[in-house]
């Protein structure tokens, strides 16, 4: 008795079953209507006694950073993505 036909069915179900499911799944909104200004993303933050938060630099004097970096001087140093045209 060959068992790779029913092996072969079985997953074959199991894969359109999933396939299925994902069928009713909400899309992604991506939009951001609710984003907070620096201001307001401040008041967010809970810091314990003795600490303070300052904004080093926000959109759109960065976009798309990826690294930050502190020297000695306590100067940052940002790199940015998407600044690359492949054209």
Request: glycine fraction near 8%.
């Amino acid at each position: 008795m060959k068992l790779t036909p029913v092996i072969l069915s079985i997953g074959t179900l199991i894969f359109w079953a999933i396939g299925l499911m994902g069928q009713n799944a909400k899309p992604l909104d991506l939009s951001n209507p609710g984003a907070l200004t620096p201001a307001e993303e401040k008041k967010t933050f809970k810091l314990a006694s003795g600490f303070k938060i300052e904004l080093a630099a926000s959109e759109p004097t960065i976009i798309d950073p990826v690294a930050l970096a502190e020297d000695e001087q306590g100067r940052l140093f940002v790199t940015k993505a998407g600044c690359l045209s492949l054209k």
